[in-house]
């Protein structure tokens, strides 16, 4: 390791491992790793695969490590960490293709920057924007606005990537259309890591939509806010983000930032997005959309320009202020749309049954619930039992309802034995003989989602 | 066999196959299958795929045999043929969450139909209207409309898949987003029945576009036609379809339909149409194209509805006339769009390089060109000769320029040899370690691709 990596600051070995490495917000059981590598470059990657597969040792991709699902953490001990974060390069931004060509590490809010630095528009938009490009396309990230422009995945045109055995290849293209072989970018991405590092990434980007206007809905309660969420997607409306959200979570982030949200009746929201190019379009389906649902709502909120950055700040920091106030768990199980009220309802009745505090909040037009689990003022010990009995009743009815245990953060280890209880085994084994056939040493991130 | 399928009217074997099972337009070496089976359910499929493992006997998928590739034409001797062809079930529409489910033999027509009638909308448009959709799926079959709406992977939300054990799985969900382990539904779209054979289909449609208009821009030649295309996309006009033929072309359909296409001057013609909610919207579009366009093209016709029909069928029609009219071999190259004016003429300079004439035509909007070699007067030993020689030419050109030898057909027999010679080998064997690891005796469709 020490002749393919010479720089002492970017290679940590044994106890020299900084501690950042050694804990995890969600996986208690972190083992210490052999090795903690920070490559610049492609070939300083393929050297240290190689290494790897030389002395069968186990390796680990992390970006920003804002991953929630665990797949970026040591749980078996003596694995090699491949740190991305110093591969951050913006390469190039081809005009003509509208494409942009990035290395692995570079941050989700940098993407954004450059790009509209551009005049064009990247429209994935996790919560977390300090996460890299590199972790986004190896969750198929989510966020905001998927409900009108789709995940991650919709926007990588291609990924260079090294293989288990340490050989390179470039899947996908530039090409808008392809029926040449298998799709294999597709394959690799979501795939947290099991198949091959990404050392280059080329990301589709398209214009920018140049109005974008929102409104909030208040309601008395969740179940009334996603009652209304099934019938604004079937009506047209195209919005470019719908997300809904509970009176309970939004107060953190109001706290956190000292700001009020716009609408302070009721006890939960839909904050509503629609963007284009034709701003009286925009206006006009507002003027319908108050029109067919102001005797269902408590009130409607017009938002300006400057209430809509404030509204949306609040929404994007309902994270950050769970974590900077409260002890909590996420998930981000996702039902059909037209399950979406059925599962909210359906957490919601899980506080009573399990004694746990349970909020939502989430993208209502896409169907992904972020149900958050209140640890309060439990022991670690009660905590692991009564969440464990909590998750199982959760999961169950996520499945019963056509849903999967992750929409956007992926399987990793916190999700794993409840995927594996409940996706058909068939499906799971498909998985594992594609994993071995192209990685036979199980080499790349084992014991990670199945 | 005939345990399985004891009608005899959907079972052929040995010397009873009817002739249409033993011949093919492209293909000239085809050989005669053991048997061709015509299974109406899911279980009788099952049964075959056992009996074929069992038996060692390859299987291959057939649906309506419009493809152009030989993927559905056996091609050893002995294989187990299944005509999906009895399988034409459309199961059910569920309004709520927009999703069609078929079974794999309904043609792309009734589809269309279908969904239509229920007040939406299914974007994915080949030419060929009567083949499957089970055909359209496993070819990642495109059309007209790709350059807005994508292709029909973007349309498949599950699949139900027999696999070459005979277990069955359905990939995908009706969920909009996951992460959750790897995406199979997109591996097996486009893997031209090497993979699994689909005995059921999720189909996502969208709410019909209320306005849909259309016009002509004529030019003096295809090279000018071409230059304008990367200009149109760049200007934001979101084009629904942005067709691009030679006035040779075009005047097959005419022939064949006794029709007049509504431009005549010119040697060259795009074919643009634009679609929305907001009529006003598109007519201000077409205002600003006849302004920023009106100096380089020939003329500018803009169509009323009846005239917009007649232009579609013209140019829907180009195959079936060429077919009808003349022999000729049809390309389905691709390249990334700012390249497509350098494909067109490249494909112009083979006429004279190797004495065959070339026509273009070709869903310019996504880059995807169909190049038409005539044989003419050939004998079919000179032609092999030429042919020959003009592909080596020109796909060596279509993949130096980024492309790929397919966008919608498939790969097949018919652009093997060219996919293996210029295809990065490492990418190869990444489809063959996955063939084998779902596939490891060999028996769907082996031979296909690679």
Known sequence: MNNIIKNSSRLFIGEDIPTEYLSDVYVKDVKRPYAVALPTKKSEVVEIVKYANEHNKVIIARGASTGVAGSQIPIIGGEIIIDFSKMTKIINFDHETLTLTVEPGVLLQDIQKAVEGFGYFYPPDPGSKHSTIGGNIATNAGGMRAVKYGTTRDYVKAVEVVLPNGEVTILGSLNVKHSSGYDLTDLFVGSEGTLGLITEVKLKVIPMPQYSKSLILAFNDVVEATDIVLDILKNGYEPTALEMFEKDTIEYSEKLLN?????????????????????????????????????????????????????????????????????????????????FGEMIRYTKSLQEKHGIKVFNFGHAGDGNVHTILMKENYSDEEWAVKRKALLNDLYDEVYRLGGLASAEHGIGVMKKEYFLKLTDPIKVNLMKVIKNAIDPKNLFNPHKIF
């Open 259 to 339: 700001l009020k949200f716009q609408s302070q009746v009721g006890h939960a929201y839909i904050l509503l997005t629609i963007d284009g190019n034709d701003e009286e379009a925009i206006n006009n389906k507002f003027k319908k959309l108050e029109e067919q649902y102001k005797d269902q709502v408590l009130e409607i909120v017009f938002l300006n320009d400057e209430e809509e950055e404030i509204a949306w700040k609040l929404r994007d920091h309902i994270l950050y202020a769970l974590m900077e106030l409260s002890v909590f768990e996420m998930l981000d199980e996702v039902v059909p749309i037209n399950k």
